[in-house]
């Protein structure tokens, strides 16, 4: 993994990502030369449309990471992966499409643009064809020892098992420290030097996975084995690379306390984040009201009751406002105002409101929040004051979401479908947290581009 503004990427996705973008300027210029050469006109230097090469890269390169082309399952599935590069491709060519009405200086000519598509697709097929096969070995996977034969040493190793994992278990070492769940682990006493078991496992990392450390800390070990050049991480943070997810079954206050993230020297990225939610919420405000105007409408024809419904919500450290959205229930949906958790297949839903929901179209009121500064576009979803209550109680640390204002997408919900107990609350919480702790104008980027992948694949709306 590589850590890109706070936020891990592994190093293959980062690797093809870059390889992607020399083949998109490639791409477009074969492109520009290829249509220069059909209409008889002299081929001009290539200095002369850099700006257009690189518009026309990062246009298509920003669908490629909407639609989800680097995630494991495009790249380990032929048909998964040609799907989603023809949407991103497709996207790609609306968009600019769009800009060349807006910014034609910037722009490829649309005919240029229709060549470069064609030839990107092919050059971007085979260079995924070639990466998924590499992808699914080990030969961008970390070698890894875990010190711990214990419950936590064991998530380590299914992890590992998991399609797409970065790294391959190379053994356990069993540290004596509690009962052994791993069974195949190896005893510390069997081991004459760990830092040579280390060196003759070419490992290049090693996990400190213990269940209990009071007087089993091995740091005469850990310490010979980082002289030597071999990466040394604790469980907790070495799962918050490898998933994106805070993991709540072995994080303790501590690590929450020393561990970097969560900095206060981010006023700047807070100014920007605002600035951006101000611009893009009156654009799209003024864009999207004839489709709310539609909405209105449709949810008044559908069922009686008013077209909006306003809840309170958590907020921004915790403090209550009120969230608007379009009416997607029966108005008898909650008896007695009491919260109810919505469910898969929920009968409160109208007909229009399944609509709207799986479009996501009852959600645009919220813009006006993200205006007012009450909420932002990429944040923790906000709850309600009754789930938020019941669930700090049996939740640890779900207070900490609300250091962070809420909003209208999130890591959680580009991560994770949409959660309807307590489990899937405790496991929402987690991508929550590496978001509040790990922030970037970046992050924001990506969940951005990435909730694209949820508006076209609505599988998690309820």
Same mark, same amino acid.
């Given at each position: ?15 093809? @990502?870059?390889?992607?973008?020399? %083949?998109? %300027?490639?791409?477009?210029?074969? *492109? ?48 998964? @992966? ?22 034609? #200086? ?17 050059? %971007? ?7 998924? *096969? ?21 998530? =380590? ?49 090693? =996990? ?10 091995? =740091? ?13 991480? #604790? ?8 998933? *994106? ?10 690590? %929450? ?24 919420? !009156? ?50 949906? #909650? ?74 997408? @999130? ?21 929550? !947290? ?29």
């Amino acid at each position: 993994m590589i850590r890109l503004f706070k936020h891990y990427i592994p190093r293959a996705v980062l690797l093809l @990502g870059l390889l992607d973008f020399l %083949l998109l %300027l490639v791409a477009g210029e074969f *492109g520009w030369r290829l249509r220069i050469g059909q209409i008889g006109s002299l081929v001009e230097p290539i200095g002369g449309r850099i700006p257009q090469l690189l518009t026309f890269a990062i246009a298509v390169q920003c669908a490629l990471i909407a639609v989800g082309t680097f995630s494991a399952e495009s790249l380990q599935s032929l048909r998964h @992966g040609v799907a989603r590069m023809l949407v991103a491709m497709s996207l790609s060519m609306i968009f600019i499409s769009m800009l060349f009405f807006i910014l034609p #200086e910037l722009s490829l000519w649309r005919s240029i643009t229709v060549y470069a598509i064609g030839i990107a697709f092919v050059l %971007l097929f085979l260079t995924h064809l070639v990466f998924g *096969g590499l992808f699914g070995g080990d030969a961008f996977k970390r070698r890894v020892l875990v010190l711990g034969a214990g419950a936590r040493a064991n998530r =380590v190793l299914q992890l590992s098992l998991r399609p797409g994992a970065g790294f391959i278990v190379v053994g356990h070492v069993d540290m004596g420290e509690c009962e052994q769940v791993v069974k195949e682990a190896i005893l510390r006493a069997d081991i004459e030097s760990l830092a040579d078991h280390v060196k003759q496992q070419n490992v290049g990392e090693v =996990v400190l996975s213990l269940q209990e450390r009071r007087n089993a800390m091995p =740091v005469a070990d850990l310490l010979r084995i980082r002289t030597t050049g071999v990466h040394v991480n #604790e469980v907790s943070t070495f799962l918050e690379r490898e998933t *994106g997810r805070v993991d709540l079954r072995s994080v303790n206050p501590s690590w %929450l306390i020393f561990s970097d993230g969560f900095s206060s020297g981010r006023r700047l990225s807070t100014w920007a984040k605002r600035a951006f939610d101000i611009v893009v919420s !009156l654009i799209l405000l003024t864009i999207s009201a004839p489709l709310i105007l539609i909405g209105v409408l449709a949810v008044k024809l559908d069922s009686k009751g008013p077209a909006f419904f306003s809840q309170t919500r958590v907020g921004h450290y915790g403090l209550p406002f009120e969230i608007v959205k379009l009416r997607s229930m029966r108005t008898d949906a #909650e008896v007695a105002g009491k919260a109810v958790w919505a469910e898969k297949n929920d009968p409160r839903v109208t007909r229009v409101g399944r609509i709207i929901r799986k479009l996501r179209i009852d959600e645009l009121p919220q813009v006006w929040m993200v205006l007012k500064g009450e909420m932002s576009f990429v944040g923790p979803r906000p709850e309600r004051p009754q789930f938020v209550a019941e669930l700090e109680t049996q939740i640890p640390y779900y207070a900490e979401r609300h250091v962070v204002k809420p909003g209208i997408t @999130g890591w959680a919900q580009i991560n994770y479908p949409y959660g309807a107990n307590l489990d899937d609350a405790r496991q929402k919480l987690e991508y929550d !947290l590496y978001y509040a702790k790990n922030y970037t104008p970046f992050l924001d980027l990506l969940i951005i581009l990435q909730t694209v992948h949820v508006l076209l694949w609505p599988e998690g709306a309820r």
